[in-house]
């Protein structure tokens, strides 16, 4: 039965306990706040004060309610101060031994239905809650930071986690006006798991020197719609905080090499760029501020040969030939390309090699256009090594006729774009395959959580379930690299013609 929770305790008054103590207080729970060092719990409610001052006078909360926010948000001196919670949520420090022996302290403090809440974002849950009394009331509630605008909250059982923990804090997670999803206790829950394959492939890109950091970020912003580009997110977030989680899960997931980090952020973390808050990171910064980055110049040319098109989708082949048209190209309509024409491919998964070879074109005038994302937005162009110049110059200048951005790119397996998206995809089916979350919690809490524009598994449906097996096929057998591996979740529904968010029926 759900019972009402009215009373929660915060240990740990930093970053992430005081934004769990805002959004608690402003829902009307009275919150109960403890640090072990002394003054912290106090600067904290202050500082709180303060931004609920700040929220009255922007008009975001009245007056009133501010003041009464504050006023549920007390100071406790030691533990004993927790006694009548009904909650306790930890955030301190990330370390599983300091967590054990502050759960084993607060088991002696508080009642026996008080339920106890971890805010980890690394470890395991069932570890934390090991060794206890009543591992049963023990659950991850993982919260992501700044946590009164990242409207998402983790709720995770380990083995011995009650169902009633669970739901009482889904429950919970709602009252405070979060989105709460369900996660099983393995590494990195959901949301730090489905983001691996951003930040891995965008590193990975970089690392096979596809492309600049400009240049990566920029096709995946305006051509994929993600908000920033892994390496400017690099940047935000700092390397020092970064690349040790993309190192912890890939040791968690014993080296599966869809979690592979890079040497180059180790490299850059071991150089002391971090980032922002370093002043270099993958860009320079001036007082905070980001250097422009130039985008490529486009070339000018005097003249466009013909362009043949080749494209095993014909609804694509047609779009970019009415876009090759509004561009002022002359589009050959022939089964082959006469001997003047640009021959300009639209692959999934090839290189521009390999895709010379499928459609049987000239390397020496075959350019390939990355048809897998918004062309109104952006255009990624790739050639082969052998592609003359004028060719490639040509395809440049068509494609920037309207204004629209182009980047050029060295030839690579899925552009930048494609291998992105298909890393994504194939990442989050590979959750819902480990039934680590349902279909629907793994979208909200990735789209929430990450801030990406589309949940992945609607956005693989949007981009075609078999499009993408495709592109990871092609990819897979090009590169040999087992990171590509199509999921099972994937290949099943798109052999099936089913949606990736569509759940498997249950057999027993
Ligand atoms: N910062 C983030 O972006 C973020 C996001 C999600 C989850 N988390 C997790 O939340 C937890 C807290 O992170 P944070 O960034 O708020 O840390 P923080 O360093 O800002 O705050 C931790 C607080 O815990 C206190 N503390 C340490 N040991 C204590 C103990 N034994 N008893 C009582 N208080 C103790 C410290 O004095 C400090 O005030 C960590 O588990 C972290 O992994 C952090």
Redesign the pocket.
């Known amino acids: 039965m759900s019972r009402s929770l009215t009373r929660m305790g915060i240990?740990?008054?930093?970053?992430?306990?005081a934004g769990i103590a805002q959004i608690a207080a402003q829902a009307g729970l009275e919150v109960y706040l403890?640090?072990?060092?002394e003054g912290?719990a106090s600067a904290a409610r202050d500082g709180l004060g303060n931004t609920l001052e700040k929220l009255a006078s922007k008009g975001k909360i009245s007056s009133d309610s501010a003041r009464a926010a504050l006023s549920r948000l007390k100071v406790v001196e030691s533990m004993e101060g927790l006694a009548d919670c009904d909650v306790v949520v930890e955030?301190?420090?990330?370390n599983l031994e300091?967590k054990r022996d502050?759960f084993a302290a607060l088991e002696e403090v508080v009642t026996s239905d008080c339920l106890l809440a971890t805010?980890?974002?690394?470890l395991s849950v069932t570890s934390i809650a090991s060794g206890l009394r009543m591992p049963s009331r023990v659950a991850g509630f993982?919260?992501?930071?700044p946590v009164p605008l990242m409207k998402v909250v983790e709720v995770i059982g380990g083995i011995d986690t009650d169902a009633a923990t669970v739901d009482a804090l889904l429950e919970l997670a709602q009252r405070l006006g979060h989105t709460g999803v369900r996660a099983k206790d393995t590494p990195g829950f959901i949301v730090n798991h489905a983001g691996r394959a951003y930040s891995t492939e965008g590193l990975k890109i970089l690392e096979e020197g596809v492309a600049r950091p400009e240049d990566i970020d920029r096709i995946l912003r305006e051509g994929a719609g993600f908000r920033m580009g892994p390496l400017e997110l690099f940047d935000l977030t700092g390397l020092d905080v970064s690349h040790p989680a993309m190192e912890s899960i890939y040791e968690q997931f014993y080296h599966d090499p869809r979690y592979r980090p890079s040497y180059i952020s180790r490299q850059m973390l071991k150089g002391g760029r971090l980032g922002r808050k370093t002043g270099t990171g993958f860009y320079q910064y001036e007082a905070g501020k980001k250097d422009a980055s130039p985008t490529q110049p486009v070339p000018r040319v005097d003249s466009l040969p013909p362009v043949w098109v080749g494209c095993s989708d014909s609804a694509v082949h047609r779009e970019v030939g009415s876009l090759l048209d509004s561009l002022g190209g002359k589009v050959e309509g022939g089964e082959r390309p006469s001997d003047e024409a640009l021959c300009l491919l639209l692959p999934f998964g090839d290189d521009a090699v390999s895709a010379s070879v499928r459609f049987s074109s000239d390397p020496a005038r075959t350019v390939c256009l990355d048809a897998s994302i918004d062309l109104a937005r952006h255009r990624t162009l790739m050639a082969t090594q052998v592609t003359r110049r004028e060719m490639l110059d040509a395809a440049h200048a068509m494609m920037s006729t309207d204004g629209v951005g182009v980047t050029v790119i060295r030839d690579s397996v899925g552009f930048v774009a494609q291998r992105v998206l298909a890393s994504v995809v194939n990442l989050a089916c590979e959750i819902a395959q480990r039934q680590i979350a349902s279909p629907g919690d793994i979208d909200k809490a990735v789209r929430l959580g990450l801030n990406y524009p589309q949940g992945p598994l609607q956005w693989g449906d949007a981009l075609g379930a078999k499009r993408i097996l495709a592109i990871l096929e092609r990819m897979l057998e090009l590169t040999g690299d087992p990171r590509y591996r199509p999921s099972a979740w994937l290949r099943r529904r798109a052999v099936l013609g089913l949606s990736l968010s569509s759940q498997e029926p249950s057999v027993c």
């Open positions: 240990v740990g008054t930093g970053v992430m306990g403890f640090d072990s060092r912290l955030a301190i420090i990330e300091i502050l805010n980890t974002s690394s993982h919260f992501f930071n």
